[in-house]
């Protein structure tokens, strides 16, 4: 008996591989998109659990209220500390991503809801989190560190070694490639990388209904 949609999608790579413009082209084909990253970021302001944990772990001078009175966090005091102590790191993630995994399947609910055949889960540490356990199949985007780190400068992440030491953190891209079902190697423009990823999108289609029923 063939599962019902949606057919569930991990995507992943290293930071500045280029992750989130294949999942923005893939939104763009129909596909339904959970941002990991995003969502975390969300829960860091608003859920009181997440808000209680990360002032236990990193004090309360993390969170502050800006003009208009809306919550504001210090990521950059935790930055330099997560990645310095990989301890509060871990203890971070822990706090966080059980939270996150609890809106990724509230969204997959919604797009079962609304007939949505893919859902694509974006996530920077996709099996570091065990996100990937949620997921039918994952891609790896693959880039040139020289490029990945260019990019992640252009867009004022930090300084060359404070991307480097990111990068660090997170599993070197050849582990990545090892745990991939799809590769997408990011080595050109932004329009050559839309049309590998509607080569892509053609072929999780068609493993989509196969596994959960014909498009």
Not at 196 to 213: H, I, M, N, S, Y
Request: proline share 4%; with cysteine.
């Amino acid at each position: 008996m063939m599962r019902t949609y949606p057919f569930l999608v991990g995507v992943t790579g290293g930071l500045g591989s280029g992750k989130s413009l294949v999942c923005r082209f893939l939104a763009d084909m129909g596909c339904a998109l959970f941002e990991s990253d995003r969502v975390a970021k969300e829960l860091q302001l608003v859920d009181p659990q997440v808000i209680a944990g990360i002032t236990k772990l990193f004090g309360e001078d993390v969170y502050s209220f800006d003009a208009s009175g809306c919550v504001r966090l210090d990521r950059k005091k935790i930055a330099l500390t997560v990645f310095s102590i990989p301890d509060k790191l871990r203890e971070l993630n822990q706090l966080v991503h059980p939270r996150v995994f609890d809106e990724y399947c509230k969204a997959v609910e919604e797009a079962k809801r609304r007939g949505i055949k893919i859902l694509v889960k974006e996530a920077a540490i996709l099996f570091e989190s065990g996100g990937h356990k949620g997921v039918d199949a994952v891609v790896v985007v693959v880039a040139d560190m020289q490029e990945r780190i260019r990019r992640a400068v252009a867009k004022g992440m930090g300084s060359p070694d404070e991307i480097k030491q990111r990068i660090l953190t997170q599993w070197p891209e050849e582990k990545l490639v090892s745990h991939a079902d799809y590769l997408l190697f990011n080595t050109g423009s932004p329009d050559e990388l839309r049309v590998e990823t509607k080569r892509l999108f053609v072929r999780l289609l068609a493993v989509a209904g196969e596994v959960c029923g014909h498009p």
